[in-house]
């Protein structure tokens, strides 16, 4: 991004960011904790009963601490060893600044991880409306992209205890830094998402398309060249800090991934062409509904990839690609949505598409819809997110 571009940001405050930032934040958490009082009054009334209704009530029980949050605590207070090999494949920086914030006064470590979620996921609206505001789209569409991102179908775990909110903050940081020119600064926020999450290790790919932008510009000297490779070195850097201490603690570099590659989870590459036909199959048949649903969304993110090759700069599309290839050769879409999520670009995206007027509303009134019942469906054990 071009000196030129930054000034005539020049006029737009952070503060302006935030204040647009509030209202999203809040119809997120009103949502999903609306969601949540509907199903624990849903169980209280109906008494379910066999392994699906005990499954559901102490899920609810959980509430957002549910599925992975659940790991985040256990890793938080008692450490990898205590928490179990399969903790192992949960990247250890947001665990570990539960851990620490747990140790002023007031904070359990519950709060601890909830209170860093949600302070990250309102940063991370702030920063996206920034960004989407950088690349002067249509009008309207930094505001309109925070309602897109905060009605997504997975943000449910941005109001939980999910290391989602860190992450997605610290990849809006890194691409704000790139897109404004600055490599050195963004070495920091995506050496820590490389530590946060696997998935933090795909900030390298806008990195290099970025870098090969500026040296199509004759931008070559010396300080660009360091500049452009600590940026793109940064966050497979923070992924191999954990890793190297994997390796020294339990002799395999890699565990983290063989663990999550196995088939009691993600399990190795296959055919997306192959497993969106079988999830197809599933959904008109009505059989395992819950994983057939993410069957219409993986067409509908293909659908925006493609879409950002054609609107937004390359790094966006790219990143895009990157993290929609890991996410559908899974030989499940388990947690699809989810990636999808953090995958910002593919917000922006649909913010772009629906424009203003009677389409965005009724848009944002069915994601809101969808939201409510994802939420639902995984308060109650029957949706993996």
Same mark, same amino acid.
């Given at each position: 991004m071009q000196s030129g !571009?930054?000034?005539?940001?020049?006029?737009?405050?952070?503060?302006?960011? !935030?204040?647009a930032a509030v209202l999203p934040f809040i119809l997120t958490r009103a949502v999903v904790i609306g969601a949540l009082v509907f199903l624990h009054f849903l169980l209280h009334t109906l008494h379910p009963a066999g392994p699906a209704g005990l499954r559901a009530v102490g899920t609810a029980r959980s509430g957002l601490m549910a599925w992975d949050a659940a790991w985040y605590e256990r890793i938080a207070s008692f450490g990898y060893a205590r928490a179990g090999r399969q903790s192992l494949r949960f990247f250890p920086l947001y665990p570990l600044l539960g851990h620490y914030l747990s140790l002023l006064p007031g904070f359990s470590v519950k709060i601890a991880l909830l209170t860093i979620a949600n302070l990250c996921a309102f940063a991370a609206l702030v920063v996206l409306h920034r960004l989407v505001g950088l690349e002067q789209l249509a009008r309207g569409s930094d505001s309109r992209s925070l309602y897109v991102f905060s009605l997504w179908p997975a943000a449910f775990v941005l109001v939980m205890g999910y290391s989602e909110g860190l992450l997605i903050l610290l990849s809006l940081l890194t691409f704000y830094l790139?897109?404004?020119?600055?490599p050195a600064w963004s070495v920091l926020p995506s050496l820590l998402a490389g530590a946060a999450r696997p998935v933090g290790l795909l900030l390298v790919v806008p990195a290099l398309v970025e870098a090969f932008a500026w040296w199509r510009k004759g931008r070559r000297g010396r300080s660009h060249l360091l500049g452009w490779s600590a940026a793109a070195a940064a966050a497979p850097l923070g992924a191999v800090a954990y890793l190297g201490w994997v390796a020294a603690r339990y002799g395999d570099f890699l565990l983290p991934f063989s663990l999550q590659t196995s088939s009691r989870h993600r399990g190795l590459i296959a055919d997306p062409f192959v497993t969106l036909y079988d999830d197809g199959r599933d959904l008109l048949s009505g059989h395992h509904l819950g994983t057939a649903l993410h069957a219409p969304f993986l067409v509908a993110f293909i659908a925006l990839t493609i879409y950002l090759f054609f609107r937004l700069p390359a790094a966006y599309g790219w990143y895009a690609l990157a993290t929609m290839a890991v996410a559908a050769t899974a030989p499940n879409l388990d947690s699809l949505e989810r990636y999808g999520l953090a995958c910002f670009p593919l917000s922006i995206a649909l913010a772009c598409l629906l424009g203003r007027g009677s389409a965005e509303r009724v848009v944002l009134g069915g994601m809101a819809t969808v939201l409510f019942a994802i939420a639902c469906l995984a308060f109650a054990g029957l949706y993996v997110p």
């Open positions: !571009a930054l000034s005539r940001l020049g006029g737009r405050r952070w503060a302006d960011s !935030a204040r790139l897109r404004t020119g600055r």
